[in-house]
DNA sequence: ATTTGCACTAACCAATTGGTTAAATCATTA
DNA sequence: TAATGATTTAACCAATTGGTTAGTGCAAAT
């Protein structure tokens, strides 16, 4: 018989911690149910983890490195620009589609506390950025600002997710329509994008 | 001597917890907070607004309710499909920029608690996407489907406002140079919009 | 002049909050 | 086996929370 191996006290708590924080945010977390949901007593998380804050920002640090070398490397891995562009938003999409609630937990996070940003890279903007220009310069695309690009496809990703609640009402979508809208989003960005990127 | 107009109790506990619930979210905002910033005893709220989460609501709608009219009708105003658009995008960007606070505090409240998108008008939708049919049957707009188009636009209205700390980091932009960088976004939507209409 | 009802306050309340402590248990090592 | 250090627990704590209560002051109505 094997012995499954069954994940120790700290990690149990990280996710834990890490679904009612995504799900109640900071202020509206408890301790107690984090606790209850990691199945142990709420002392441990002051034993593994001084203070809620402290839990919080281990959280938030996981969460927000765990995808963004994820994207740089889809972008990175294929040869053309359109492929290159196509794989971005693909893994983007498929990514944030998977995990809806990590978009708003991170952007609300570091709003009500910018000085979380700190410890970022800012690789991906680089590589873009630095790939953008040569495709420029080489005469493959027609020329665009590559901070203007990047964030205006990044918002055309990111924001049908976070904005979910109020654009189903507006567009007059039901849970279903608004699922089958999103897997619709990859084809309309990137209609969009080949559309700005064409020379 | 003219006895200034000063607003009455209910005004002013609505602009006391109107800045605060911005401020701090519904869980980080304080009753006691609210009622010292309106300059009043704590008491008051419950006896003009029966709890937290009523007052909440009020303040919640009002806001909500307060921009969607004055969007629809900069989309209205104009005549053609290329001022129309302009002008949605100018209005919009003029205003949230002059309340930066606001979409995160809708959206983020939206998305924790959507069931008070009950009491919301659909009526934006309903206008742009019946004049945006009526431009492409005239062949005069290339054919888009109204709901990604739209969504595509706010889409890139509001993200950079609300993605701010993420957004500034990652681009390397200090609080001067990211102003800046909104400033030209304007023209960056507006270029993406003609390309996407332009029959 | 007395009643009525609204606006307002100080004091209070039970419940909950994040955090602590001292003691118990477990595993490892000498 | 005895000692040692890490892990876990139940009980506890001071502070804060949203909300209540009984009563005060005051202007209009009777």
Redesign the interface.
């Known amino acids: 018989m094997d012995k499954v191996q069954e994940p120790g006290t700290e990690a149990r708590i990280l996710a834990a911690a890490e679904e009612i924080f995504m799900r ?5 977390a408890r301790m107690q149910v984090i606790s209850e949901t990691a199945g142990i007593n709420k002392a441990m998380l002051h034993y593994y983890f001084r203070s809620k804050e402290n839990l919080f920002e281990q959280v938030l640090q996981k969460r927000i490195g765990s995808f963004l070398p994820e994207i740089t490397a889809a972008f990175t891995s294929k040869m053309t620009l359109d492929q290159r562009l196509e794989a971005f938003v693909e893994t983007y999409l498929k990514f944030i589609i998977a995990n809806p609630q990590l978009p ?1 937990f ?3 996070s ?3 506390n ?1 000085a979380s ?1 700190i410890h ?1 890279p ?1 690789t ?2 680089e590589v873009v950025t630095r790939y953008l220009q040569e495709e420029i310069h080489a005469g493959r695309m027609k020329p665009v ?1 590559p ?2 690009f990047l ?2 496809i ?3 990703c ?3 997710i ?6 189903s ?5 039901d849970q279903h329509a608004y699922d089958a ?1 999103l897997a ?2 990859k084809t ?2 990137m209609k ?1 994008i080949r ?2 990127t064409l020379p």
């Open positions: 109640d945010g900071f202020d509206g708003m991170v952007l609300y570091l709003y009500r910018p940003t970022l800012r991906l903007f600002d901070g203007h964030l205006s990044i918002s055309m990111i924001f049908p976070i904005a979910r609640p109020l654009a009402h507006m567009l007059g979508k809208f619709e989003r309309e960005i969009i559309v700005m």
